[in-house]
């Protein structure tokens, strides 16, 4: 019987975190699945799914002192389902231009109703701070072809966002 | 023809260096037929190379010719490969069927020539690239005793070694 929790951590970076965190957590007798960390801002970002028998209320005595060391925000949910159940993206969306608002919502929306369902997104924003430009990338499965989303995104072109619509081909050997 | 069992990560005998074949004989062309045979019973794979089905000799098979749009060479059979050139690469996802439930992306030559035996011993030679090439790369690995997995690069900061084709 697995009991798996969502584990989310945020906090102000520095070396080590990641270290701790999973420390504590193996010491504990939990155990890992899927996770992902990444650095947003000055801000550290993890969400891990944990199979841990204590339940939310053990995990949280689990992780207090590491919480409190190093100053996180630690928020914890029971989730359902296990591992092995990653859908395999078969299309990449890469987006970019100037920046401005609104690029995820109308790249995103148009592409959900072309029937995208996102696997991974990250946004980032770069350049200048007079000149931003801002990095869309999204993998994802597109129920009804890769050409649905292309058309979908096509008009965006002409508001001065590049969209480039690619097929992933996994081979599988 | 029999459907092999599939050696899976972490098997170490997925680790060896197989042997080249010296021998085209009728056990070797049953072996032949049996990986075939396993390639096609598997989900979708498009190459098989022998080390996965426990036979630690220099054999693959790559046939990327039911797939859209994908320039190829048909059905390959190819004993004791060996890729005498390489030029550009490319970042591509791949799975492997002796690593269930994993897919990640790889880099791999954009363009090779291979030179190779066929199943009676005769020598073939090709220029390929794309897919096809990628799943020659792929399963030639395998008889070096490597897996995609060695050779994984990361999932987010591909975007600017990808490679557009229009």
């Known amino acids: 019987m697995s009991n798996w929790h969502m584990l989310t951590l945020i906090g102000k970076d520095r070396p080590g975190i990641v270290a701790s965190i999973t420390t504590a957590l193996f010491e504990a007798g939990c155990n890992l699945g899927e996770t992902s960390m990444i650095r947003l801002g000055n801000n550290f970002t993890v969400m891990m799914m944990v199979d841990a028998v204590q339940g939310e209320s053990g995990l949280r005595k689990v992780l207090d002192p590491v919480v409190a060391e190093l100053q996180l925000v630690l928020h914890i949910d029971a989730i359902e389902g296990g591992l092995h159940h990653r859908p395999v993206p078969n299309v990449c969306i890469l987006v970019h231009g100037a920046d401005r608002a609104g690029i995820v919502s109308q790249v995103t929306t148009r592409a959900a109703d072309a029937g995208l369902n996102i696997v991974d997104l990250e946004s980032d924003v770069a350049g200048t701070g007079a000149s931003p430009i801002y990095v869309l990338q999204i993998h994802g499965v597109a129920a009804q072809g890769v050409e649905a989303i292309e058309a979908a995104l096509a008009p965006l072109q002409a508001e001065g966002v590049r969209v480039d619509v690619q097929s992933v081909d996994t081979l599988i050997g | ?166």
Not at chain 2, 2 to 25: C, G, H, K, W
Not at chain 2, 33 to 54: F, H, K, N, S, W
Not at chain 2, 58 to 69: E, H, Q
Not at chain 2, 100 to 123: M, Q
Request: glycine fraction near 8%.
């Open chain 2, 1 to 166: 023809m029999a459907v092999l069992e599939i050696l899976t990560y972490p098997d170490e005998r997925l680790r060896q260096v197989s042997d080249p074949v010296e021998q085209f004989d009728a056990t070797f062309q049953r072996r032949v037929d049996d990986l075939e045979e396993t390639r096609l019973a598997g989900p979708g794979a498009v190459g098989i190379a022998a080390p996965q089905v426990g036979w630690f000799q220099r054999v693959v098979i790559v046939d990327v010719s039911g797939r859209k749009k994908t320039r190829n060479h048909g059905h390959l059979i190819l004993v004791n490969p060996e890729i005498t050139e390489w030029d550009g690469y490319a970042v591509g996802r791949e799975g492997c069927l002796s690593v269930p439930d994993y897919t990640g992306n790889v880099i791999r030559a954009e363009k090779i020539h291979l030179s190779a035996l066929d199943r009676e011993g005769n020598a073939l030679s090709f220029d390929m690239d794309g897919f096809e090439a990628r799943a020659v790369q792929h399963e030639m690995d395998h008889i070096d005793g490597l897996l995609f997995l060695d050779r994984l690069v990361s999932r987010r900061q591909d975007l600017f070694q990808r490679k557009v084709y229009k």
